[in-house]
């Protein structure tokens, strides 16, 4: 199918509901204030069924016109997000195929591509908007390899098939003044990816432009293949350059859609209650500052017209003509202050932190709320069980869609002429998020190696579980060597591995 037609309305109406939820909890992962109170009083529950009988939320309305807007975000959305995102990437996933031409040249695209970082930023992303799209393309003026982007869910127009993801439209604004508006879009099919620039309005497309028509387009059309207006790009491949990892299904609020379900859905009322209680924290705080009350005469003028003040160190006055007032001895001085109600909203703020994260599926251990306590790794797991539940369920959503992500990598590879190698699915390992103690690791190897149970390759991973093939098969023949002990056939081990016995 080609691109959408001229003067289509866009975003396209039957995504106007998924945007929606989007768009709040786009809101509360941002913390924009501005975007709290839009999102408040233009968002989800807006659209659809849930318009009617919404409570009144506390970021609903902006504060009366002149006066200061003093209420507090606490930016528990965010830390939720990162918190998934390094459940799942903080030690890089393991991507191994068989070949170890592949595997060399897959690690090399990974390694100079940053492609772990890149999922960390897609983690984190679909934890917060319930889903995440990473596209491969091209740029020879970039990189020699593939190059590998995250797309935000709010940027596409999916096109499913049985709950697979057949095609996808990304798009984003190039330029906005107000009354006319440029957006880039980019269609990705199986053996194609296609470009074209619109000039529309806020609610359409409008009509088509040469990609040329625009600064940041025209790179795009440089050496494409493709019409005045667009640019198209032949793959050559039939597996399609996107992949879509839903955060976690079902989505409770978009049944029967393959959009996955955020992290905040269901939290929002309670994020809401927990900046409320935050606010009336610190307004406890600004009123409970300490203020002296004194009498008329106890001023000192500073002239005509320029007011009067109470000089706090002043040690003599003169006789005052004054009614005596206040409690005896206090000289007419009113002491005023205000309790500050600590302990009520730290146990309030707590619970609330505390209800919000398990309604996500997290451990309150995982944030802290149990206290810093040292522990095993074993001990650890277990406190957290909830949290490493999550985990696990997130991980079996991301690990089919990042072997497919491995083999599209290796066939554009190839596809290009950057390599020879023949592309295949890889397997997919996700790194242990909690690592054990050095010392403990140490003892266990030691205890393996005296029963005779473990090789020396199998004790170099168990120590160094994130090194390559490589650089395990150079660090065995060298603990092989310094011992004296006999080499074996490493290369029936490890594959026929240049460079035996290099710097890793």
Not at 381 to 410: C, M, N, S, V
Not at 478 to 490: K, N, T, V
Request: glycine content about 8%; aromatic content about 6%.
């Amino acid at each position: 199918m080609p691109l959408a037609p001229e003067n289509t309305a866009w975003p396209p109406p039957h995504l106007d509901r998924p945007y929606a939820v989007m768009r709040v909890h786009d809101a509360w992962y941002g913390g924009d204030r501005a975007e709290l109170i839009a999102a408040g009083r233009h968002g989800a529950d807006t659209v659809g069924p849930l318009a009617h009988g919404r409570r009144r939320r506390f970021w609903d309305e902006p504060p009366p016109p002149g006066q200061r807007d003093t209420r507090v975000h606490v930016p528990l959305a965010a830390d939720m997000a990162t918190t998934s995102a390094d459940l799942l990437f903080s030690e890089p996933p393991v991507l191994s195929v068989d070949d170890p031409a592949a595997q060399r040249r897959l690690e090399r695209i990974v390694e100079d591509g940053g492609v772990h970082n890149v999922l960390l930023e897609a983690a984190e992303i679909c934890a917060a908007l319930g889903g995440v799209y990473l596209k491969a393309d091209w740029d020879l003026a970039v990189a020699p390899r593939p190059v590998l982007a995250v797309v935000h869910p709010d940027s596409a127009v999916p096109e499913w098939r049985w709950g697979e993801l057949v095609a996808v439209t990304f798009w984003r604004v190039v330029e906005d003044d107000g009354s006319v508006v440029l957006r880039y879009l980019e269609r990705h099919e199986p053996g194609r990816i296609e470009a074209a620039l619109y000039q529309g309005d806020r609610h359409g497309l409008g009509e088509r432009l040469p990609l040329a028509e625009h600064p940041v387009t025209a790179a795009l059309a440089e050496g494409a293949d493709g019409s005045a207006t667009g640019a198209v790009k032949e793959t050559g491949l039939d597996l399609l350059t996107a992949v879509y990892v839903p955060n976690m299904r079902p989505n409770r609020r978009l049944r029967g859609e393959p959009h996955g379900r955020s992290d905040f859905d269901g939290v929002e009322d309670l994020f809401d209650a927990l900046d409320e209680t935050w606010t009336s924290w610190l307004r406890d705080l600004r009123l409970a500052r300490s203020r002296i009350i004194v009498p008329q005469g106890y001023l000192q003028s500073r002239g005509r017209g320029a007011g009067a003040h109470f000089d706090l160190d002043r040690e003599v006055f003169e006789e005052l003509n004054m009614p005596p007032s206040g409690a005896p001895g206090t000289g007419g001085i009113t002491v005023n202050q205000f309790a500050i109600r600590v302990t009520e909203h730290a146990t309030t703020a707590e619970q609330l932190v505390r209800q919000a994260i398990a309604a996500a599926g997290y451990s309150a251990q995982t944030y802290g709320l149990m206290g810093n306590v040292q522990a095993t790794a074993t001990e650890v797991i277990a406190r957290e069980r909830r949290t490493f539940l999550t985990r696990d369920r997130k991980a079996r959503y991301w690990r089919p869609q990042l072997g497919r992500l491995g083999e599209l990598l290796l066939a554009l590879d190839r596809a290009l002429g950057f390599s020879a190698v023949v592309p295949a699915r890889p397997r997919v390992e996700f790194g242990d998020s909690v690592s054990e103690d050095p010392k403990t690791v140490a003892e266990t190897v030691d205890l393996l190696s005296r029963a005779e149970a473990v090789s020396t390759e199998t004790k170099v991973r168990l120590l160094h579980p994130d090194w390559t093939q490589q650089r395990v098969a150079d660090e065995t023949r060298r603990i092989l060597a310094e011992s004296g002990r006999e080499l074996p056939d490493l290369d029936a081990v490890f594959g026929a591995l240049p460079g035996a016995g290099g710097t890793p």
